[in-house]
Structures are given as structure tokens and as C-alpha cells.
């Protein structure tokens, strides 16, 4: 079951009234709940409401909250994603799936062989920035991603603690290997960079190189950008908690 985002000056005891608009409409004339049906809802504190609908008027609807709990829904990590923009239905796709894999923040890349114009881009990042909160609800996640504004490959490497660059050229090394000569606190800031589907440029392995920024492979296969985004932070959630 989704659920859906509310303020906590909304909750009166135990009693939540829906009067916005969209929400209203979403869960009333869209999902067609009735009285007596059970919604699931969630505050900027990160509690869950298990709640009852009791009442629906022409322009609201009322629960009762049966049970409140802190959402566990969450990555334990401070891990962000930052990739080169991809086409519409693949961009959407890698903002669903970062957020399903419970990222703190995604940052859309300008890179050399980007296949999207920068002016697009900048024109886009409301959009997904709803859509990654969309994919909040239907995953149930406790916290929402932040989707920065667009950057470039030399302003994000000076921003976190450790960087991760997923590409098969001059590499074969793969994160398991790399955690056992590198100690990855928990607690720190991870940054994941997956590049377009013609990969990075020379100057971009080149600067990544002058800053000794590791390059990891995932493989022998050949993923699209967006498959790639999906095995990259698997791989580094994985390595990193349970490795």
C-alpha cells in the first residue's frame, strides 16, 4: 500500500482531516476509498499513521489513527548518485530506482557525451524532483531525496567524502576489492557517479585520474546507464553495510 505525506499540525488527537485538494481527489474519486477502508499515512518527522477512513464530505475526508510509529523505511547511509542525464523514460527510470534504493540526494550530471542539452536539463529538475517523490510513496520510504540542480563532473568531486566512479574502461577492479584496501565509514558521504551510454570522455577519466578518484567495474557485461545506476548502488549498499 502507498502511502501519503502529511504535515503533523494535521493530526488533531487521534483524528487526521484531508482537506487538500489533490489528495483529496487522489485517494476519493481516484483510488475510490470508502469509509471504513484503511490508509497509510506519513509527516515531516517521519512517523507513521495506520489510519480508518470515518467521515467523506464533498470536499474532505476524515481518519482515525489506530496505530503511530517511527518509519524504519530507510537507507543507513549517506549515499547520493550523481549521473549523466539520460533520455526521457531512462532518466525517469534511474529516479525511481535511486529512490527505491533509499538515496539521500540525486544529482543530474552534465557530462562530455551527455545526450541531453543543458537548458533541457535545468528546465527538468521539478518535475523530478516530483517524481522521486512520487516514487516516496509507492515504496513507503520514510525520507524524500533531494534532486539537485544540474552540475558538472568538477563541481561534485569536491563535495563528499568518498567518490565512487562505476565505469569498465582502465579498470578491472571490482568494490569488493576495493573495500578491502579502503575503509568506507558508515557515517560519511558517498557519492556513486555513473556516466551516459557513450561513457566518459578522455578528459573526464583524465580528471579523474589527477584527483585519484577510484574507478570500479561491475563487471564483464555491458549495462545500459540506467541498469548500471540499478547494479552500482546495489553493489555499493551491499559492500558497505554487509560486506
Keep these: 500500500m502507498p502511502h501519503f505525506l502529511i504535515k503533523s499540525n494535521q493530526i488533531n488527537g487521534n483524528l487526521l482531516i484531508i482537506d487538500d485538494k ?39 475526508f476524515e481518519t482515525e489513527i489506530q496505530s503511530q510509529y517511527k518509519s524504519q523505511r530507510k537507507l543507513p547511509l549517506n549515499l547520493y548518485i550523481a549521473f549523466s542525464v539520460l533520455n526521457s523514460d531512462a532518466q525517469i527510470s534511474s529516479i525511481q530506482k535511486a529512490t527505491e534504493l533509499g538515496v539521500k540526494g540525486i544529482i543530474p550530471l552534465y557530462s562530455d557525451n551527455c545526450s541531453v542539452k543543458e537548458n533541457v536539463i535545468k528546465s527538468k529538475i521539478e518535475k523530478w524532483q516530483k517524481i522521486a517523490v512520487e516514487s516516496v510513496k509507492q515504496c513507503e520510504r520514510a525520507d524524500i531525496p533531494k534532486v539537485f540542480d544540474m552540475s558538472y563532473i568538477k563541481e ?88
Excluded: C, W
Design 22 to 60: 489533490d489528495l483529496y481527489k487522489h485517494i476519493i474519486k481516484v483510488m475510490r476509498a470508502k469509509i471504513g477502508e484503511k490508509i497509510l499515512f506519513i509527516d515531516e518527522n517521519e512517523i507513521q499513521y495506520e489510519t480508518k477512513i470515518i467521515k467523506i464530505t464533498s470536499t474532505s
Design 156 to 243: 561534485v568531486i569536491k563535495k563528499y567524502d568518498n567518490i565512487i566512479v562505476f565505469a569498465e574502461k582502465y579498470t578491472d577492479k571490482n568494490f569488493i576489492e576495493y573495500l578491502k584496501e579502503n575503509n568506507i565509514d558508515k557515517n560519511s558521504s558517498i557519492l556513486v557517479i555513473i556516466g551516459p551510454e557513450g561513457g566518459f570522455s578522455e578528459a573526464e577519466f583524465d580528471l579523474f585520474k589527477a584527483q585519484k578518484i577510484p574507478l570500479i567495474t561491475l563487471g564483464n557485461l555491458i549495462y545500459r546507464a540506467d541498469t548500471a545506476l540499478t547494479a552500482a548502488l546495489t553493489t555499493v549498499i551491499n559492500g558497505v553495510l554487509y560486506g
